[in-house]
C-alpha cells in the first residue's frame, strides 16, 4: 500500500527567504508524484507534477521539486518567497499499476511573514 | 481550461436531513472525486467515478453514497446528515490516464446543526 507523510504541519517563515517543504512517500511500485496548493476558501491547484525523467522538476510560481527515489522524497523548494505563498501545501502520489486514486499527505500550512 | 463547478461555497443543514452536494466538469473527463477535506486529516477519499454509473468506495464512504447518471455531473448525497459530516467536501475530475492530475472544484464547506 501506497503512503505520503509529510512532517511539517506548519511553516513560518519570512518573505524573501528561501523555504523548503517535505515530502516522503511509501511504494513498492514506481510512482507519479504531485503538489498542490490551497490558497484560503479555495480548492487545490496543480503546482507540478513528476512523472519520469529529469529528478529536478520546475511548475507554477517560482517552485521547484526535486525526485530522490533511493530517499523516496519529494521535497519543494522555492529560493524567495512571497506573502502570497502563503497558503496549504499538499503532497500526493499515485501508482503506475492502474489504479484512478492518488494518495494526498496531512498536508504543510506555510506562513510568510513580513 | 478545464472548470470543476461544485453548486455551493457554504451551505447548513440540519441533523437528519438529506443532503445533495452537486460537481459538474465541463472537459469531458472519465474519473470524477468526491474528498472531505479536515484539518489535520487532509483529503480522505468518499467516493470515486471512473464512468457513468460506475463508482466505487473511498476510504471513508459510510453515510454517503454518490449518483453519476451523465458524464460531466457527479453528485455525493448524504442520506441522513450528521454533526460529524459537517467538513469542505472537494470534488475532483481527471482523464483516464493518471499522470496528467486532478482538476478541483472550489469546495462545499457544509456545516450540519
Known amino acids: 500500500a501506497q503512503s505520503v507523510t509529510q512532517l511539517d504541519s506548519q511553516v513560518p517563515v519570512f518573505e524573501e527567504a528561501p523555504v523548503e517543504l517535505r515530502c516522503n512517500y511509501s511504494?513498492?511500485?514506481?510512482?507519479?508524484l504531485f503538489w498542490y496548493v490551497q490558497y484560503p476558501n479555495q480548492g487545490l491547484q496543480l503546482l507540478l507534477k513528476?512523472?519520469?525523467?529529469?529528478?529536478l522538476v520546475k511548475g507554477i510560481n517560482g517552485f521547484e521539486a526535486e525526485f530522490n527515489k533511493s530517499q523516496t522524497s519529494f521535497h519543494l523548494r522555492k529560493p524567495s518567497v512571497h506573502i502570497s505563498d502563503t497558503a496549504e501545501y499538499f503532497c500526493a502520489v499515485s501508482d503506475l499499476a492502474g489504479t484512478y486514486k492518488y494518495i494526498f499527505g496531512t498536508g504543510t500550512r506555510l506562513k510568510v511573514l513580513a | 481550461d478545464v472548470k470543476v463547478t461544485q453548486s455551493s461555497r457554504y451551505l447548513v443543514k440540519r441533523t437528519g436531513e438529506k443532503v445533495f452536494l452537486e460537481c459538474v466538469q465541463d472537459?469531458?473527463?472519465?474519473?470524477m472525486f468526491w474528498y472531505r477535506q479536515d484539518p489535520g486529516l487532509g483529503l480522505r477519499l468518499i467516493y470515486f467515478s471512473y464512468d457513468v454509473k460506475m463508482k466505487e468506495k473511498g476510504d471513508i464512504p459510510e453515510g454517503y453514497s454518490v449518483s453519476r447518471e451523465k458524464k460531466e455531473r457527479f453528485s455525493l448525497i448524504l442520506e441522513s446528515a450528521s454533526t460529524n459530516q459537517t467538513s469542505m467536501y472537494l470534488c475532483?475530475?481527471?482523464?483516464?490516464?493518471?499522470?496528467?492530475?486532478?482538476?478541483f472544484g472550489s469546495g462545499t464547506r457544509l456545516t450540519v446543526v
Open positions: 472537459m469531458d473527463h472519465e474519473n
Open positions: 511504494s513498492s511500485v514506481s510512482v507519479y
Open positions: 475532483a475530475s481527471s482523464l483516464i490516464r493518471q499522470g496528467r492530475g486532478y482538476t
Open positions: 513528476y512523472l519520469s525523467g529529469s529528478t
